[in-house]
C-alpha cells in the first residue's frame, strides 16, 4: 500500500478508501454549520479577496489606495486618489462576474455608460469604469460622510431628520427613473450623506449590472443575505424580469419605514405611527409604498416627496441639479 | 459552469416533507407504494455499510451476502417496518438497529426456512462488496464504527459522484477535476487554475463559489434523506463526522 499522504487542510494522514482522495472529515466540515464564513453582506470569501489592497494597487496602478471605505454583496470600495488628477475618489472594485456568461463585458459597457449619464446633486457619479485582468471596477465621486445604516447605528434619527432625507431621496429616483435608470437595491447601506448634510445615493443600477436578484435569491437559499432581500419588493423574488422603477418605491417604502421606527416591517407589521411618536399622514404613504402590487402602488418617486412635503409642511423647490 | 445554481429553483426550500425516510415513516399503512420505493432506493444507496457490519460481526463473506439479502427482503417485501420500532428517528439508526434485531432473533430461523426462490428485491452486488471489504481499516474499529464510518463515506461518495455528473453532462469535468480539492475547504490558486483552464480568474473564483453551495446543498440533501426532520441534520452531519474520527 502506498504511503499515505496527510491531508492539506487538517494534516491528519488520508485514508486510501477516502473518497476522490479528498479527506472525508474535511469533506464533511465544509458542509456542516452556518453557511460558508467570511460571507459579508452575503459573499464568499472565493469571490470577496479579489479587492485585496495589494492586489488592487498592483492592477491599478494610476491610483493610490487610501482606505477601505466598505464591502459588501456589490464588491469592495476604497478611498482613493487619481494620481493624475489628483482628485479623491471611491474606487469600487466588483466582484467577480461570471465572465463566463458571452455577454457580460458588454453588459458591463452598456450599463455602465448609462449610470454615468446620471447627473444629479443626490446621486454618487460615476467619472469612469474598466476592466484590467478580469478586475472590474467603477470609479465614482468620493462621499466624505456616513451611510443611513452607520447614522442608525450611532443613534436613532429624529422624524424630522426622516422626514428632511427623504424628498432627496424621492428626487435621485424621480430623476434617474425619467432617465431610464432602476435602483434596484434601495437599502441604508447605499445612502450616504456627508459631512455637510448632502444626500447622496449610491450604486445605482449595480444590481442589474451584476445580476444580483438572482445572486441573492440563491445565497438566500444558503442563509445568508438577507440583509438586502429585506429591501426587496415582492416582484423582485417572484418575478425579476418584470421588475421596473415602482420596486424602488417599494424600498423606498422600507427605508422610511425603518427611518421613522428603527425596524424593517416584516409580516404583519405595526403601522409607523403605533410604534412611534409621528404624524399618522405618514402611516398611509408607507403602507401606499409598500403595496404588494406595483400596480397599486405610488406610480413616481415624485408623488412619495409630495406627500411627504405635505406632512413636513416644507414649500416645494425646484430639484437642484448641478 | 456547473449547472447553473443561479437559475436553481429553491431545490431544497419546502420539500422536507418529501425526503425519502420521513415519507416511509409516514407511510402508517405500510402499504405506500411511494414509502416501498423510498425505502428500497434508501436501502439500494445504503447496503454496503450493512454489509460491512455484518462482516465484522464475524459472519463470513458467504453468509454475510445471504443474510443482507434476506434482511433487505424482508424490510422491503414483508412490511416488515411494522413489526420493528418505528418511531421518529434515523434511517441509520433504524437500519443498524433492525439488522441487530435480525441478526438476534430471526436469522437462524430464517436460514433454516431458507427461502423458496424468488426475486431479491435489491440486487447488491455481493462481489465488489467482498473486495471492498478487504479494504476496511483493520482491527481497531469495532462492527458498529465500520457501520458509521462507511455510512459517512458512502454519502459523501453519492455527493461527489453526483456533482461530477453534473459537471460532465454539460462538458466541464476538467474544471470539475481541477476544483474539487476545493470542497475540503481550503484555499485555493485561483490565478494558477484560471492559468492551466485557460479562463479568466473571475470565472474561476465564480465556479468555486458555486460549486462549494451546490456541494454543501447536495451534502444537506443527502442527510435530510435519512432524517425524519429537517432539525436533525446538522446533528447528523456532526455525528458522521465524529464517526470517520472513530
Known sequence: METTRPCPQCQQPLAPDAPDGLCPQCLLKAAAGPPPASAIDGLHGDLIDIGDPAEVAKRLPQFEIIALLGRGGMGVVYQARQLQLDRLVALKILPPVDALSPDFIARFAREARSLARLNHANIVHVYDFGETGGLYYIIMEFVDGANLRELFQARKLTPAEALAIVPKICDALQYAHEEGVVHRDIKPENILIDKKGRVKIADFGLAKLLRREALDMTLTLSGMSLGTVRYMAPEQMDKPETVDHRADLYSLGVVIYEMLTGEVPIGRYELPSQRAQVDVRLDQIVLHALEREPARRYQHASEVRDDVEKVTGKPRRPPPRR | ?246
Open chain 2, 1 to 246: 459552469m456547473p449547472p447553473n445554481t443561479t437559475d436553481r429553483k429553491p431545490a431544497d426550500a419546502g420539500r422536507f416533507e418529501l425526503t425519502r425516510w420521513s415519507m416511509v415513516v409516514a407511510a402508517t399503512d405500510g402499504d405506500s407504494t411511494q414509502a416501498r420505493a423510498a425505502l428500497q432506493h434508501l436501502c439500494t444507496t445504503y447496503w454496503y455499510p450493512l454489509y460491512a457490519f455484518v462482516r465484522r460481526e464475524g459472519h463470513g463473506a458467504h453468509d454475510a451476502q445471504d443474510l443482507t439479502q434476506e434482511f433487505f427482503a424482508r424490510l422491503i417485501e414483508k412490511h416488515w417496518l411494522e413489526s420493528v420500532d418505528r418511531e421518529k428517528g434515523k434511517f441509520r439508526s433504524f437500519l443498524l438497529g433492525a439488522m441487530k434485531h435480525f441478526l438476534a432473533n430471526e436469522w437462524d430461523r430464517a436460514r433454516r426456512l431458507k427461502r423458496g426462490g424468488g426475486e431479491a428485491p435489491l440486487s447488491l452486488d455481493a462481489q465488489s462488496g467482498e473486495a471492498r471489504y478487504a479494504l476496511e481499516p483493520a482491527d481497531r474499529w469495532t462492527a458498529e464504527q465500520i457501520f458509521e464510518r462507511r455510512w459517512a463515506l458512502t454519502l459523501l461518495e453519492q455527493v461527489l459522484g453526483r456533482l461530477r455528473r453534473e459537471f460532465v453532462a454539460v462538458g466541464k469535468e476538467k474544471l470539475f477535476n481541477a476544483l474539487e480539492p476545493a470542497l475540503t475547504g481550503g484555499k485555493v490558486a485561483y490565478a494558477e487554475v484560471a492559468a492551466r483552464l485557460n479562463l479568466n480568474e473571475g470565472a474561476v473564483r465564480v465556479a468555486v463559489h458555486r460549486l462549494r453551495l451546490r456541494y454543501r446543498d447536495l451534502v444537506r440533501a443527502g442527510i435530510a434523506e435519512t432524517v425524519s426532520d429537517e432539525t436533525e441534520i446538522e446533528a447528523e452531519l456532526q455525528h458522521l463526522f465524529a464517526a470517520l474520527a472513530g
